[in-house]
């Protein structure tokens, strides 16, 4: 009765024999249906590799600060990278404060133990003289479906999950538009998912230019040769059987292609990436390249690319100095002009 009221008291209600590895999987499944296929396995991934063996047999209510910042140092000092660190911890705090809103915890003890995250590592982009040489080997040495897939990502900006889902019924050549409308993801490289969309801004139409309407139109003539019914249906980029490619074989091939070249080593977000940093470099506005890339807002497009925009702010401070040069000769001139006017 005592802990009845002092539960209604504080509307807190805690449970004196839930352990944190069980909590830990029951917050992962109520989590499911809002995660992709992907996102959920690499959770669970997380829960099962670090934080069940540190924390699992715990009662929920015992978990305190110290805990995880030992845990947090211990795995420093063995040499764990930070970004693995911190995504850890940065689940736990995540689990906790829905034990916090849902009323099973007065407080959350992982709430000032994340780990600051580490700087993202500088991006690799190619060169437009690179990408071009990368899409010109392919074209005269393989010909083949992913020839046509790396010219539509490297004209589009799409993503990886976005290109592999592209379906024939999305694609509107006369319009010169393509829709996206389903993203690809694959667990483990296994079990391949169809599902919606990074974001709400994502879904999205994606203008084509000529280079990449050209791909598609071979890419229809490859597809229809191989079937003997002509027909064009499903997926764009498909294996022979018409089931969705992996993508860890598209990663593959890509890194071969781009070593017969010796090009500067990319992974396949990279050739998102690299069309960014030509739109930039082109002196394209950043806002258009934020909604050609389908980003949700401007702020993710600065913080991405950001970097690439030094010569642009050279210009607009040259062209501040510029115009107040222009305004400052102009009250100069007229302040020539009342002298003159008063000696007369």
């Known amino acids: 009765m005592a802990r009845v009221l002092d539960a209604e008291y504080w509307g807190v209600y805690e449970d004196r024999t839930l352990r944190v590895g069980v909590f830990l999987y029951e917050w992962l499944e109520a989590k499911r249906p809002a995660l992709a296929p992907n996102t959920w396995a690499g959770y669970r991934a ?113 993503r990886r999950g976005e290109i592999l889902a592209l379906h024939w019924s999305d694609v509107h050549l006369m319009d010169r538009k393509l829709y996206v409308r389903w993203t690809l993801t694959a667990v483990n490289n296994g079990k391949v998912h169809l599902g919606e969309p990074k974001t709400e801004a994502s879904r999205a139409w994606v203008s084509l230019a000529p280079r990449a309407m050209a791909a598609l139109h071979r890419q229809a003539n490859l597809q229809m040769a191989a079937h003997a019914d002509g027909r064009l249906e499903g997926l764009v980029f498909a294996r022979p059987d018409d089931s969705p490619l992996r993508p860890q074989w598209v990663l593959d091939q890509l890194r071969k292609r781009t070593a017969e070249l010796d090009l500067p080593k990319i992974g396949l977000h990279d050739l998102r990436h690299t069309p960014a940093s030509i739109m930039i ?20 497009t600065v913080d991405l690319y950001g970097h690439l925009l030094k010569d642009s702010a050279d210009e607009a401070v040259t062209a501040l100095s510029i115009a107040l040069d222009r305004a400052d000769a102009l009250l100069a001139d007229q302040a020539s002009g009342g002298v003159f006017q008063r000696a007369a």
């Open 281 to 300: 470099a082109a002196g394209i506005p950043l806002a258009v390249v934020s909604k050609t890339l389908r980003h949700s807002n401007l702020a993710i």
């Open 46 to 158: 997380c829960i099962e590799r670090d934080l069940v063996p540190a924390f699992g047999g715990m009662l929920l209510l015992d978990l305190r600060p110290k805990h995880i910042d030992a845990w947090v140092s211990r795995q420093l000092a063995a040499g764990r990278g930070r970004t693995t660190v911190h995504h850890a911890v940065a689940m736990l705090r995540g689990a906790l404060n829905h034990a916090v809103r849902t009323w099973r915890l007065r407080y959350n003890p992982a709430k000032h133990s994340v780990p600051a995250k580490p700087r993202a590592a500088v991006r690799t982009c190619w060169t437009p003289d690179q990408a071009a040489a990368f899409l010109r080997h392919n074209a005269e040495h393989y010909a083949d479906r992913l020839t046509h897939l790396f010219e539509v990502m490297l004209g589009t900006g799409m």
